[in-house]
């Protein structure tokens, strides 16, 4: 059993999905893999090694599906909270959230074709389905979440302006999806029922618009000229009778982020993830309806779907979410991305070689990971070495200070107050 410290280095686990990106391409492989071990039915004792297959997610914190264990003595990470909830998490979090689990989930996703066209259900929904497909729906929360790019990262997310949308509605392969009552202006409704009807077609149909629409030249489709570029990509990935290519490329922001760009998916948020490297974070919660990029069998109800949506963000801008300065960093090398939900903020610190870093103590936990290279961890007068890979849980109350090592320090820390 682990004594109370200010932090304690972990073991995590890293998923395979087809999506994910092959054996040492897969940022979340090379992260796992430098850890001090690999969790395997609990055998903290097997070693860690990639494998010819593709990696998409290495987990990081407490929920059961993949769950972080103290790295020193193989117990679950979630125990050694429950044994000591307000020394570790925080009288304050303890009532705010009504447990000791922690309110939220980090991961490193490594994506190299897309994910499926999905959103998470909101509290109500999620209640509600997690009580009648228990199997399926594996918590009762809602699921809003943010994406961090390491890299180049593309993806999906929210819809078009309504303008922008109607002028490619105009096109003759698309028109067949407008609803048959026509109003002066497009608006959410209507977009609502477009999304229906592309979701409902069935696969000659699809396959009829997708070829149609390849056809045309590129000045056609005016400032979304990428969709007869990106629309054979997406079709050699799944098909082109896949629903989700209609819905993505006609009604979607299709963003491409820089290494530090972030992106912030609300609850009911339609998006999907294309390509890249990411830290993303999320409430606690693994639930998602899916209906696009993906086979016909693993698709949700389109009703469900559908009846969940919500319409914001309404541009690639609006999906942005800007980085704040971390008003509790001393040097001010570290940016604190805020999403409007009470479950988590994310911090980035970055440093070059030799230079220093001193964070304030949040009242809350936090999980932390060396994304890139290594520093000299000090937590509340404790000294650790954090390594590229190596994952903390961060007690609340903990003061940090960090010292970066000869190739500087990438960090990335989620928390909750």
């Not at 000659?204 to 979304?224: C, H, I, Q, R, W």
């Not at 912030?264 to 974070?281: M, Q, R, T």
């Not at 007068?381 to 590229?388: A, F, I, N, S």
Request: hydrophobic share 35%.
């Amino acid at each position: 059993m682990a004594t109370l410290e200010p932090v304690y280095q972990l073991k995590c686990s890293c998923n395979s999905y087809p999506w994910g990106r092959q054996c040492e391409e897969s940022a979340a492989a090379r992260l796992c893999a430098k850890q001090p071990g690999w969790v395997d039915q609990k055998d903290l004792s097997k070693p860690f090694t990639i494998e010819d297959k593709p990696y998409a997610e290495m987990w990081m914190g407490t929920y059961p599906t993949l769950p972080s264990y103290v790295a020193s003595t193989g117990e679950d990470l979630q125990d050694l909270l429950d044994k000591h909830a307000d020394e570790l998490v925080g009288k304050q979090v303890v009532e705010k959230f009504g447990h000791s689990k922690l309110p939220f989930l980090p991961k490193v996703l490594s994506i190299a074709k897309a994910l499926p066209l999905q959103l998470h259900p909101n509290k109500g929904l999620a209640a509600k389905l997690h009580e009648k497909h228990p199997d399926q729906f594996t918590d009762p929360n809602h699921k809003p979440e943010i994406a961090l790019a390491l890299g180049e990262f593309e993806a999906f997310c929210g819809f078009k302006p309504l303008g922008q949308m109607n002028k490619l509605m105009q096109l003759d392969p698309l028109k067949k999806y407008m609803p048959s009552i026509s109003k002066p202006d497009f608006d959410d409704q209507q977009l609502k029922a477009v999304v229906k009807k592309m979701l409902e077609a069935d696969d000659e149909s699809v396959k009829e618009t997708y070829n149609a629409l390849t056809s045309l030249a590129e000045k056609d489709f005016g400032p979304d000229d990428y969709i007869p570029k990106l629309a054979p990509r997406l079709a050699e990935q799944y098909s082109e009778a896949d629903p989700g290519l209609l819905v993505a490329l006609i009604t979607m922001n299709y963003l491409v982020l820089q290494r530090g760009e972030s992106i912030y998916i609300p609850a009911d948020g339609i998006h999907a993830y294309l390509s890249g490297d990411i830290i993303e974070c999320m409430a606690r919660s693994n639930n998602v309806l899916n209906t696009g990029f993906c086979p016909r069998s693993d698709r949700d109800n389109v009703d469900l779907f559908i009846s969940c949506l919500t319409f914001t963000p309404h541009s690639g801008e609006e999906a942005m979410l800007k980085p704040q300065s971390f008003e509790r960093s001393k040097e001010q090398k570290t940016l604190r991305f805020a999403p409007p939900l009470s479950e988590f903020d994310m911090l980035q610190t970055t440093l070059k070689s030799g230079e220093n870093e001193s964070l304030g103590a949040v009242k809350g936990p936090g999980i932390l990971i060396a994304t890139e290279g290594s520093a000299q961890l000090k937590a509340n007068g404790k000294k650790v070495e954090l390594k590229e890979g190596q994952v903390f849980f961060v007690a609340q109350g903990t003061a940090l200070e960090f010292e970066a090592g000869g190739e500087g320090l990438l960090m990335h820390m989620a928390y909750v107050e």
